[in-house]
């Protein structure tokens, strides 16, 4: 089986359940930053971080592929995919991973740049795409359907791409780089 299909060549691309649309389509560009985030996260996890975090990150990015397959998909046809969707339940194990990874962390006594760590930094850039990602499908839900628990996955999992990065510095004994404000 040859990779190429020759089929996206006039810069269309094919939804799971067979229509056509424009590779610029708000759905195409919402599941590509899904894709990116999914990405990211791979980078990060190249950077050695801590054996938990990876852990974590291992179980988000199959979760990513789901959603982004979700999204790949003509409205109404997900039951086609056959295969359970992301849910109540995933967001609810985002949460305790939050939790459980905020657990002993220094309080927060001002923003947080990007940094310390090459992984914690990974991390940071990771939360960055997966904001892009949270954004697109809040566009793509005023003209198509996106249910409310994509976007809700995407939200917590920002904030868990956050503490993560925070744990990751923690564990590798860096500190989180403060954002100091400027004076005027």
Not at 40 to 60: Q, T, W
Not at 95 to 114: K, N, Q, R, T, W
Not at 129 to 134: H, I, S
Not at 156 to 167: G, I, K, N, P, T
Request: with cysteine.
């Amino acid at each position: 089986m040859k990779l190429y299909t020759k089929t996206g060549d006039s810069g269309s691309t094919g939804l799971f359940g067979g229509t056509r649309v424009d590779k610029d389509d708000a759905r195409v560009d919402t599941y590509g930053s899904v894709d990116e985030t999914n990405a990211s996260i791979g980078v990060a996890r190249a950077a050695e971080l801590p054996l938990g975090v990876d852990r974590v990150l291992a179980e988000v990015q199959s979760d990513l592929f789901t959603l982004g397959a979700e999204l790949a998909c003509v409205p109404g046809h997900e039951s086609r995919m056959k295969m359970a969707l992301i849910g109540a339940a995933d967001i609810e194990r985002l949460e305790h991973a939050i939790d459980a990874a905020d657990e002993g962390l220094p309080a927060l006594g001002s923003f947080v740049l990007p940094g310390g760590t090459a992984g914690a930094a990974a991390l940071h850039a990771a939360r960055t795409v997966c904001r892009r990602a949270e954004r697109r499908a809040v566009a793509l839900r005023r003209g198509s359907p996106v249910r409310d628990e994509l976007i809700v996955y995407l939200n917590r999992l920002s904030d868990l791409l956050f503490v993560l990065a925070r744990r990751a510095n923690h564990e590798a004994g860096a500190a989180d780089v403060p954002w100091v404000k400027r004076q005027g």
